[in-house]
């Protein structure tokens, strides 16, 4: 799992409620991505960071922001959580070796009512 | 947009036999092309990868075929197992950053 953890693994939330989702890793990677998962989509880019406080858009980041103030941990926020957010998200990190494979963690499973 | 198409959804594929997954791309800027293994309930796993200067990697029973002409890739499985049944994504990313773009997905059952 290269010391990925996520948190939560799930939750359900109500519709206009905050969210935070946490990714954790314990190697010190630079490159850390956010994707989600649905159905008939694969997974969709939202945000990564490339360094502390250093974070871009990815193919899906409307209704999502980010932050990084420390490298083992790359938060994602869904400021007001809407049924189409619904979905598996997956963080990753950039290995430092060979062709910088990326590294899923477990997941977390979000549903918002 | 969809710049990984994927095909096919889903593959049913007897023991032994050869599984095959295809992936066309439409962006020629891509660089690099990893295929991943998901089992229910957790994250995609790295399974092979291969750069368009090559035209065939092989790894074990997993073989990527790359067609840099036809914008086309590949994922052949020999001898299929059971234990393979699982979804399928192939991917492709620009330059360092590496922002993966996935296809849909394949769900390949292997019966035994």
């Known amino acids: 799992d290269a010391g990925i953890t996520q948190s939560p693994r799930h939750k359900v939330t109500e519709t206009g409620t905050p969210v935070t989702l946490r990714c954790h890793q314990t190697?010190?990677?630079?490159?850390m991505y956010w994707y989600r998962q649905d159905p008939g989509h694969g997974l969709r880019l939202i945000h990564y960071?490339?360094?502390?406080?250093?974070?871009d858009k990815g193919e899906v980041s409307d209704g999502y922001s980010v932050s990084r103030s420390k490298t083992e941990d790359f938060l994602l926020t869904l400021e007001s959580a809407t049924s189409s957010q619904t979905s598996v998200y997956f963080c990753a990190i950039r290995g430092t070796s060979g062709d910088y494979e990326q590294y899923f963690g477990p997941g977390t499973r979000l549903t918002v009512t | 947009q969809q710049q990984v198409k994927q095909s096919p959804q889903s593959l049913i594929v007897q023991k032994g036999g050869i599984s095959i997954i295809n992936c066309a791309y439409e962006?020629?800027?891509?660089?690099?092309f990893p295929w991943y293994q998901q089992f229910p309930g957790k994250g995609p796993a790295l399974l092979i990868a291969i750069r368009p200067d090559v035209s065939e990697k092989k790894e074990g029973r997993f073989t990527i075929s790359f067609n840099k002409s036809a914008k086309q890739f590949s994922l052949h499985i020999m001898d299929s197992q059971p234990g393979d049944s699982a979804t399928y994504f192939c991917?492709?990313?620009?330059?360092?950053?590496?922002?993966?773009?996935f296809g849909q997905g394949t769900r390949l059952t292997i019966n035994p």
């Open positions: 962006n020629t800027a891509f660089d690099y």
């Open positions: 991917a492709a990313s620009i330059g360092g950053a590496q922002k993966l773009v």
């Open positions: 190697e010190n990677h630079r490159y």
């Open positions: 960071s490339y360094g502390v406080k250093d974070t």
